[in-house]
């Protein structure tokens, strides 16, 4: 879409006032550097593909896009990427990763109250459709040069030159919508996450999603499980959490004032509500030392609003939960016991949770002589894991407001599905080592074949927890659509590679019909709360426009 309407553009250089950018790096590959391709990876900054010349494709949270030349691809941080160029030809593919801050404007006496310099999402995302590549060509080859340089004023130029860069982008217009209500609707709720502490109301809501006042609480509530107003109040609480951990020390009257309640007694009241404790009581628990002695206790954790200030360093997704949450205090656990032992001692925790199968008895009986313990019995699921978790850290109350919002989720994310994907049978499989795993039970399974109703593959055997096919077994399968997860370790990469030589591949009706889809090892092989939420938030993206 080149170019903007009137009222697009005054809702974009609103939103402009206040925010600042700074430029990270800029990368050229062209036919000399062959093609080119990113890896599906969570981003940690924003990333700005310019597709100069050459042609490619793109997927944004499980969504198919076209990399035509002539156009730039915005994606924002905490989305999932993945992204292939061929045919580069001499101009390329730039690559320009950046920041985006806001600072709010305040009184200069209650300045010392506020934090500034927020993370934000740029202005636009998605594709823009650029109207002279001559010139942004030229502009990226100068902050290209302009950044290598030795020289601080010269990178100082380079800044210049990428505010010049962001001025064209927003010039040439905003992102690719398509006429549907899915983008109407996710445009009001970013609106809601950018301005969430103004006095919001349905019919502003509406009119950014160009829809009337009446379609649109019907269409948000349907899209989302609850109405805009009620995503409003859980988005300025979400922020108002933020500000209550222990790093940080605002006054509660100034919390409430900067997420957008004026009146604290209605802030307090409305916090309860929502996070199943009042604030002097998260505060509080938020002050406590907890130890996630397992992996999997990070997302049981996170889902009760506990970063925790020490977990296994090793965790294979550590670098996603950073993104989202302030982990700069966490301890990082050491995988020698007698090192890990003389770590969670120093930090003087006030409780420690990890799993009991994998707590040897002399260990659970030293952690115990350093602090309270709770050791998870594994055969339970999620949801108990949860509740069990809660009840010990005194957090039953916000535990089940989260398993109740998770249902109502699941509820609005069901009934989409089930228009979109027809009563098609489904096969979730992970190829692990050697083996071709079936994930039905305590994975994945749960939240498509449970919470969402999806039809299993005949070959899905839900009395078995550790289900194995073989490549004759998986090329029977009945199965009308495919979700494949592969490790990354070298010997799953190179059962992978043998599956998709095999002669047994082509002839699976997913592959035939292109029915398949991927998703990388973690977070996804993760069996949390957290985890099991991410999915939800993750299956729309991921079948929408590829039914």
């Not at 206040?18 to 990113?38: D, H, P, Q, Y």
């Amino acid at each position: 879409m080149s170019g903007m309407y009137d009222d697009q553009q005054k809702s974009d250089y609103k939103q402009l006032e206040g925010i600042w950018f700074k430029l990270r790096a800029v990368e050229k590959n062209n036919s000399l550097t062959s093609n080119w391709s990113l890896r599906m990876q969570f981003i940690e900054s924003h990333m700005l593909l310019i597709a100069a010349s050459g042609k490619g494709w793109i997927t944004v949270d499980g969504r198919y896009y076209e990399l035509r030349a002539g156009s730039a691809y915005v994606c924002t941080p905490g989305q999932l990427v993945e992204a292939s160029m061929k045919d580069l030809g001499e101009r390329g593919l730039y690559i320009v990763r950046f920041d985006v801050f806001e600072q709010p404007q305040l009184p200069a006496k209650q300045e010392h109250n506020y934090p500034l310099g927020r993370n934000m999402r740029f202005p636009i995302t998605g594709e823009v459709v650029i109207s002279s590549m001559i010139v942004i060509s030229a502009l990226c080859e100068a902050m290209a040069k302009s950044m290598r340089s030795d020289n601080d004023i010269q990178r100082l130029r380079g800044q210049i030159e990428f505010y010049e860069l962001v001025y064209s982008l927003l010039r040439d217009g905003r992102r690719l919508l398509d006429n549907n209500s899915e983008a109407d609707l996710e445009r009001a709720k970013t609106y809601i996450e950018q301005h969430y502490r103004e006095d919001l109301t349905i019919e502003q809501l509406a009119k950014e999603a160009g829809v009337s006042s009446r379609h649109f609480i019907r269409l948000f509530k349907q899209r989302y499980g609850c109405s805009a107003i009620e995503y409003l109040s859980r988005y300025r609480i979400g922020q108002a959490q933020e500000l209550m951990r222990p790093h940080h020390d605002y006054q509660l009257k100034d919390i409430s004032s900067y997420v957008g309640y004026q009146d604290e007694v209605y802030f307090r009241r409305k916090f309860k509500q929502i996070t199943g404790t009042p604030p002097a009581a998260f505060m509080r628990n938020a002050r406590q030392k907890i130890v996630a002695f397992h992996a999997n206790m990070i997302g049981i954790l996170l889902a009760l609003n506990i970063t925790p200030h020490a977990a296994p360093e090793d965790h294979p997704w550590v670098e996603y939960y950073r993104r989202k949450y302030d982990t700069s205090s966490v301890l990082s656990l050491a995988k020698d016991d007698v090192v890990k032992i003389e770590q969670i001692r120093s930090m003087s925790p006030d409780f420690i949770v990890g799993l009991e199968s994998f707590t040897s008895l002399d260990m659970q009986k030293t952690l115990n002589g350093i602090t309270s313990t709770y050791f998870l019995p594994w055969e339970h699921d999620w949801r108990m894991h949860m509740r069990l978790i809660a009840e010990k850290l005194g957090k039953t109350a916000e535990a089940e407001v989260w398993l109740d919002r998770y249902e109502r989720k699941a509820a609005a994310v069901r009934e989409q599905t089930k228009n979109i994907l027809y009563n098609e049978r489904l096969l979730i499989v992970r190829i692990s080592q050697k083996n071709i795993s079936v994930l039905a039970n305590r994975s994945l399974g749960e939240v498509f074949y449970d919470d969402l109703h999806m039809l299993p593959a005949r070959e899905v055997n839900r009395d078995i927890n550790d289900q194995h096919l073989t490549q004759e077994e998986l090329a029977q399968t009945d199965a009308d659509r495919l979700l494949l997860i592969v490790d990354e370790d070298a010997q799953s990469q190179a059962a992978w590679q043998d599956l998709k030589q095999s002669a047994f591949w082509g002839k699976m009706r997913p592959i035939r019909n292109n029915r398949i889809d991927y998703l990388p090892p973690y977070p996804w092989t993760e069996y949390t709360a957290f985890t099991q939420e991410l999915i939800l938030d993750e299956v729309l993206k991921l079948w929408r426009n590829r039914a």
